[in-house]
Nanobody, 125 residues
Framework: QVQLVESGGGLVQPGDSLRLSCAVS????????MGWFRQAPGKEREFVAA????????RYADSVKGRFTISRDNAKNTVYLQINSLKPEDTAVYSC??????????????????WGRGTQVTVSS
């Protein structure tokens, strides 16, 4: 079992940038797929991005391509989500996720068996 703790959310203005962090701990997770989902009030959970601990492959939802960047720091056991040019529609709870179930960069929440508590991002002027 892995533990995921997110940080970095907050109240920002449109056009601002944020970097979310996900500290990962627990049993060996070097083979896990890591990702981010978000859920806005009254909306369904939405895949945002995914990455592995090895290699350079990433995957993004079409809605965030070009503005969001997922990365990881293996030495710090941390996964990041850089969000640029924030929009009001980016307002949501952002959750870090990990999958020991699949080895590919899945966008299906059912493939992720570890979830953090989430961090709130609010974009408002």
């Amino acid at each position: 079992q892995v533990q995921l703790v997110e940080s970095g959310g907050g109240l920002v203005q449109p056009g601002d940038s944020l970097r979310l962090s996900c500290a990962v701990s627990g049993r060996s997770f070097s083979s896990y797929v890591m990702g981010w989902f978000r859920q806005a009030p009254g909306k369904e959970r939405e895949f945002v991005a995914a990455v592995r601990w090895t290699g350079s492959s990433t995957r993004y939802a079409d809605s965030v391509k070009g503005r969001f960047t997922i990365s990881r720091d293996n030495a710090k056991n941390t996964v990041y989500l850089q969000i640029n040019s924030l929009k009001p529609e980016d307002t949501a709870v952002y959750s870090c996720v990990a999958s020991s179930i699949v080895g590919f960069l899945s966008a299906d929440y059912r493939h992720y068996d570890a979830w953090g508590r989430g961090t709130q991002v609010t974009v408002s002027s």
